[in-house]
């Protein structure tokens, strides 16, 4: 599967923005899909992922009730909802899919098979 992540820009802090991220490719459905972010200086971290059921989502701790990931497998997107922005938030950020990832993994970015290019998220005070 090839991914595509756009959406990002430069925000106040505060503010919002609507990350997408493109699959193409068959089977969307099989993969679990997440996005990462990594800031200058910093290691990749978890933000957020999603199942293939729509019901089962997961958040790191820094974004839970901030930050909403979503998809739709009808057109093979992948959406990441970021509202209440903080200057911590600024980012580069990776949309990435994996199609036999265990629960336990979920949140490790060696475990993905597929990224796609960033996109940068700036948040300014």
């Known amino acids: 599967v090839q991914l595509q992540a756009f959406g990002g820009g430069l925000v106040q802090a505060g503010g919002s923005l609507r990350l997408s991220c493109a699959a193409s490719?068959?089977?969307?459905?099989?993969?679990?899909m997440a996005w990462f972010r990594q800031a200058p200086g910093k290691e990749r971290e978890f933000v957020a992922a999603?199942?293939?059921?729509?019901?089962?989502?997961y958040y790191s701790d820094s974004v839970r009730g901030r930050f909403t990931i979503s998809r739709d497998n009808a057109v093979s997107m992948v959406y990441l909802q970021m509202n209440s922005l903080k200057p911590e938030d600024t980012a580069v950020y990776y949309c990435?899919?994996?199609?036999?990832?265990?629960?336990?993994?979920?949140?490790?970015?060696?475990?993905?098979?597929?990224w796609g290019r960033g996109t940068q998220v700036t948040v300014s005070s």
């Open positions: 999603i199942r293939r059921s729509v019901s089962n989502t």
């Open positions: 990435a899919a994996d199609a036999r990832l265990i629960l336990s993994s979920i949140r490790m970015a060696q475990h993905y098979d597929y």
């Open positions: 490719g068959d089977s969307f459905t099989q993969y679990t």
